[in-house]
């Protein structure tokens, strides 16, 4: 059965029991602080999990893109090692909010997988969980009794709370679950050793395949369990794993899953896969990595230095990394596996198609960034190998530098100093990673104490769109503790607070009582809760408040956010269609926004852009706003849908004239409200990604007067009343004219100069040597140097600049010297130039060094006296 097929399948088979299919979400999750990426297929079902959210049914199926690089869920370094481990790959899930339970859960796997995809009931092994003393659970006796009716009792084996008790979290809904595994051994071998020792052995071919998670209890701060009012199920199936084992496979890697991929890459490198497994793993860590890449650029997360976009940096310079070191490939070549991808996953996953332009651009770019990196991090080891001499052990720090600055792989490090007879110092360097995940993990840790509901009707709405202000009570609060303190979240039944969502930062403002005044320090969401920040709990959380938004941040944070559509259309029309917003900041200071570009625009095309935009706010363009918009009805009005955006039943269709959007943020009520539009810059943050940043109304305003007297304090410095330009031309013109002068008194001075050197030469066993210091600088020193040794027969020529700052040593030795003496100027400098507090090198006729303490140069030229001694 072909992958595809297998995929459709499950789909069908779930929707025959009554579930609504459902699409995957994006890889990239932009709402849920909690997580960075999609890592299972229930993160999307957060909300309904944790009672905050209706689902669209009681009953869904889906194929859910994860991906497990970070966190608690990271099985980045058993990729490639193994050939069941990924990076990307699709969970199948079932789901029931309170429906069904156990019973249909099990039945219907047991079903799908024998009846349906044929699997033999003799290589099917399940685990139920056993119980925890700790928690004080019991053996899942529900579950057993269920599987007995399919299943034969010694294929039923016991788990304990690692394998058999998932959690969401450390706090949050949880439940045991039952684990199906698949045998796909020879007969023979089966026939030898029983499967059931090998489940959960990390063995390749005793593989678990299916989990079901039966959720009935909430994981409390404390660590106590109680039960769920509703209980729920959450599948999740591997489908490569699936894949392999319907198409009669023994790796995944030789499914059709990844095949295809495979076959290009050997064509691309030369070597074939399944010969030599140092190969054979490269290969698989490079077209696993190239799904979890071009999945995450299609959804809308770009590499970059922080964040999720180090992350997807991090696995596209890994992949870059084998293909250099193991298949000798040395220019960009992940971007040419993408057209295979997209044809073998385009049909079910459209943004593939839709993306290609981006995802390809943008990796090729990044390939050859770091190819260039690896080549600058080799010359840089070279370097440090040179000067280590004798201990032949290259420090740990040195090799974590190179790793964590200049993404240097460390295990290319290894290989550089083997080669050379040097070892890395392993603990050195384990040591600084240890550091290095301490100081992550500090930064990121966060101690959440459970909610203290108030009020338990569900009454939590949002009301920001028409209110600046409310009374509110508050249902809900909660102690957090992170690296900045403590503070506290609280949620209210109804706030005129807009949670930061869409690239707009959250409101901040007050909330009001007779006795108190509490500051709001941010407001977020999180799975569909509105929670907003504050440093100190009110006295009485039971009271009435008055809630008040800071009106001036939202004002201005109004103003940028509409004229961040008026813009998204005037770049389209000007640069074309192509243009798509690939990520934006949105706040009361500037605005920010990324969109797919391939070139430089032009100061032509920005200033074009920027008139369009102050036509459409001169034009006093009125919202039309419609919030219960289906996507359909959206779609077809002309509405703007983003990639990696996950939208809901119901969208908000934002429209200024021609200007018709998808967007959850607060607008201005008419575009005249923005006053003015301005460009501060455009600039590139990546391959075929452009970025603008620009401000509006007073603080545009603001930066024009600022710019007009900077402009006339130019011409009061100038001595003139209109032309800064004519006068800052014969500025330019007369620096010029002065420049060649001083160039030319310079020469003069050092041919004077070195004239006055000669008398300084002196014979040592048959050279010509001078040592001495200059108060020239580098570069002039340097020509003297060189001019010097050509004039004089067998010249070893070694000069100081006396700079306070920045002191230099320049060495020049005739070639017939480096020849019948076996002098090496480079050698001879780097030594030299440890009196300065520098280092440097060169070629054995011509070498420099810079430093950092003038008052080592005497001792640096009396010791290259001593090298012809």
């Known amino acids: 059965m072909k992958s595809k097929d297998i995929r459709k399948e499950f789909l069908h088979f779930f929707e025959t029991k009554g579930h609504l299919i459902v699409d995957s979400a994006p890889i990239v999750l932009k709402n849920d602080p909690t997580l960075m990426f999609n890592n299972s297929g229930m993160a999307q079902f957060k909300e309904f999990f944790l009672g905050n959210g209706t689902p669209k049914s009681?009953?869904?199926?889906?194929?859910?893109?994860?991906?497990?690089?970070?966190?608690?869920?990271?099985?980045?370094?058993?990729?490639?090692?193994?050939?069941?481990?990924?990076?990307?790959?699709?969970?199948?899930?079932?789901?029931?909010?309170?429906?069904?339970?156990?019973?249909?859960?099990?039945?219907?796997?047991?079903?799908?997988?024998?009846?349906?995809?044929?699997?033999?009931?003799?290589?099917?092994?399940?685990?139920?969980?056993e119980g925890d003393k700790g928690d004080g659970t019991t053996l899942d006796q529900e579950a057993l009794d269920l599987w007995k009716e399919h299943i034969a009792e010694d294929r039923i084996l016991f788990g304990n709370k690692k394998d058999n008790f998932w959690e969401m979290g450390d706090i949050g809904p949880c439940g045991p679950c039952s684990e199906i595994h698949v045998d796909i051994r020879p007969a023979e071998d089966r026939a030898k050793v029983d499967g059931k020792s090998l489940v959960n052995m990390d063995h390749p071919q005793v593989i678990e395949i299916w989990n079901l998670v039966f959720m009935q209890?909430?994981?409390?701060?404390?660590?106590?369990?109680?039960?769920?009012?509703?209980?729920?199920?959450?599948?999740?199936?591997?489908?490569?794993?699936?894949?392999?084992?319907?198409?009669?496979?023994t790796s995944n890697y030789d499914t059709d899953v990844f095949q295809p991929t495979i076959q290009k890459l050997e064509e691309i490198s030369g070597f074939k896969y399944g010969v030599d497994e140092k190969t054979d793993i490269a290969i698989r860590v490079i077209v696993d990595h190239l799904r979890a890449v071009a999945f995450a650029i299609a959804d809308g997360q770009l590499p970059s230095n922080t964040g999720a976009g180090y992350v997807i940096r991090?696995?596209?310079?890994?992949?870059?990394?084998?293909?250099?070191?193991?298949?000798?490939?040395?220019?960009?070549?992940?971007?040419?596996?993408?057209?295979?991808?997209?044809?073998?996953?385009?049909?079910?996953?459209?943004?593939?198609?839709?993306?290609?332009?981006?995802?390809?651009?943008?990796?090729?770019?990044e390939e050859a960034s770091f190819l260039r990196t690896i080549e600058q991090g080799?010359?840089?080891?070279?370097?440090?190998?040179?000067?280590?001499?004798?201990?032949?052990?290259?420090?740990?720090?040195?090799?974590?530098?190179?790793?964590?600055?200049?993404?240097?792989?460390?295990?290319?490090?290894?290989?550089?100093?083997?080669?050379?007879g040097f070892t890395i110092d392993e603990a050195g360097f384990e040591a600084e990673m240890a550091k290095q995940k301490e100081r992550s993990k500090k930064a990121t840790a966060l101690v959440t104490d459970d909610w203290v509901v108030l009020d338990d009707s569900g009454n939590e709405t949002s009301i920001a769109y028409d209110n600046t202000e409310a009374e509110i009570k508050i249902t809900r609060y909660r102690k957090v503790k992170n690296k900045k303190g403590e503070f506290y979240q609280?949620?209210?039944?109804?706030?005129?607070?807009?949670?930061?969502?869409?690239?707009?930062?959250?409101?901040?403002?007050?909330?009001?009582?007779?006795n108190e005044t509490i500051e709001v320090v941010d407001t977020k969401k999180e799975n569909n809760l509105i929670i907003h920040f504050v440093e100190t709990l009110p006295e009485n959380v039971n009271g009435t408040f008055q809630a008040k938004i800071d009106v001036s941040k939202r004002n201005a944070t109004t103003n940028n956010h509409s004229a961040t559509h008026l813009m998204h259309e005037a770049l389209r029309e000007v640069?074309?269609?192509?243009?798509?917003?690939?990520?934006?900041?949105?706040?009361?200071?500037?605005?920010?926004?990324?969109?797919?570009?391939?070139?430089?625009?032009?100061?032509?095309?920005?200033?074009?852009?920027?008139?369009?935009?102050?036509?459409?706010?001169?034009?006093?363009?009125?919202?039309?706003?419609?919030?219960?918009?289906?996507?359909?009805?959206?779609?077809?009005?002309?509405?703007?849908?983003?990639?990696?955006?996950?939208?809901?039943?119901?969208?908000?269709?934002i429209r200024f004239g021609s200007s018709v959007e998808?967007?959850?943020?607060?607008?201005?009520?008419?575009?005249?409200?923005?006053?003015?539009?301005?460009?501060?810059?455009?600039?590139?943050?990546?391959?075929?990604?452009?970025?603008?940043?620009?401000?509006?109304?007073?603080?545009?305003?603001?930066?024009?007067?600022?710019?007009?007297?900077?402009?006339?304090?130019?011409?009061?410095?100038?001595?003139?009343?209109?032309?800064?330009?004519?006068?800052?031309?014969?500025?330019?013109?007369?620096?010029?004219?002065?420049?060649?002068?001083?160039?030319?008194?310079?020469?003069?001075?050092?041919?004077?100069?070195?004239?006055?050197?000669?008398?300084?030469?002196?014979?040592?066993?048959?050279?010509?040597?001078?040592?001495?210091?200059?108060?020239?600088?580098?570069?002039?020193?340097?020509?003297?140097?060189?001019?010097?040794?050509?004039?004089?027969?067998?010249?070893?020529?070694?000069?100081?600049?006396?700079?306070?700052v920045k002191p230099s040593i320049t060495i020049s030795i005739a070639k017939n010297l480096v020849q019948d003496k076996g002098l090496h100027a480079g050698n001879i400098v780097k030594e030299i130039a440890k009196h300065i507090n520098g280092g440097g090198g060169g070629q054995p006729f011509l070498a420099t060094a810079g430093g950092k303490d003038v008052n080592g140069l005497d001792a640096s030229l009396k010791q290259a006296e001593e090298f012809i001694q």
Not at 492 to 508: C, H, L, R, V, W
């Open 662 to 804: 998808l967007c959850g943020g607060t607008h201005v009520k008419n575009t005249a409200d923005i006053r003015l539009f301005k460009i501060l810059s455009e600039s590139s943050t990546a391959a075929g990604i452009r970025r603008i940043e620009a401000i509006t109304a007073d603080t545009a305003i603001n930066a024009l007067k600022d710019a007009e007297k900077s402009y006339n304090d130019v011409l009061v410095a100038l001595k003139t009343k209109n032309d800064a330009v004519k006068a800052v031309q014969s500025l330019l013109d007369e620096n010029a004219a002065l420049k060649k002068q001083v160039e030319k008194f310079i020469a003069q001075q050092a041919k004077a100069e070195k004239e006055t050197w000669k008398a300084g030469v002196k014979a040592i066993n048959g050279i010509n040597f001078l040592a001495i210091k200059t108060n020239l600088d580098t570069n002039t020193a340097k020509q003297n140097a060189i001019d010097l040794t050509n004039e004089l027969e067998n010249a070893f020529i070694v000069v100081g600049t006396n700079d306070a």
């Open 575 to 653: 640069l074309g269609t192509h243009v798509e917003q690939k990520g934006s900041y949105v706040g009361d200071d500037y605005l920010r926004f990324d969109f797919s570009h391939f070139s430089k625009m032009t100061d032509e095309e920005i200033a074009l852009v920027e008139q369009k935009v102050n036509e459409k706010i001169a034009e006093a363009l009125p919202l039309v706003e419609k919030r219960e918009s289906t996507m359909e009805e959206a779609l077809a009005e002309g509405a703007m849908a983003l990639f990696g955006e996950k939208y809901g039943d119901k969208v908000r269709v």
């Open 314 to 365: 991090r696995i596209l310079r890994r992949a870059i990394s084998y293909g250099y070191r193991f298949l000798n490939l040395n220019e960009p070549f992940i971007y040419k596996l993408y057209p295979i991808l997209k044809a073998e996953m385009g049909d079910f996953f459209p943004e593939l198609v839709k993306q290609e332009g981006i995802v390809t651009g943008v990796i090729r770019e």
């Open 58 to 129: 009681n009953r869904i199926a889906d194929t859910q893109k994860c991906l497990r690089v970070s966190g608690k869920h990271n099985d980045l370094d058993d990729v490639g090692k193994d050939t069941y481990h990924h990076t990307m790959f699709e969970m199948l899930g079932n789901w029931s909010f309170g429906d069904y339970f156990k019973k249909e859960a099990i039945a219907w796997a047991w079903e799908l997988l024998t009846e349906k995809y044929g699997i033999s009931k003799d290589q099917i092994y399940v685990t139920v969980f």
């Open 490 to 514: 609280l949620v209210f039944n109804q706030t005129p607070f807009y949670a930061e969502s869409g690239g707009q930062i959250g409101d901040k403002g007050v909330i009001i009582s007779p």
């Open 217 to 249: 209890y909430q994981r409390k701060a404390d660590g106590s369990l109680e039960s769920l009012p509703a209980k729920h199920i959450d599948t999740g199936m591997g489908f490569e794993r699936l894949a392999m084992i319907l198409q009669g496979k």
């Open 378 to 420: 080799l010359n840089r080891l070279n370097q440090i190998i040179e000067q280590l001499g004798e201990s032949k052990v290259v420090p740990g720090d040195i090799v974590f530098e190179l790793y964590d600055t200049f993404g240097f792989p460390a295990d290319l490090s290894r290989i550089v100093a083997e080669d050379q």
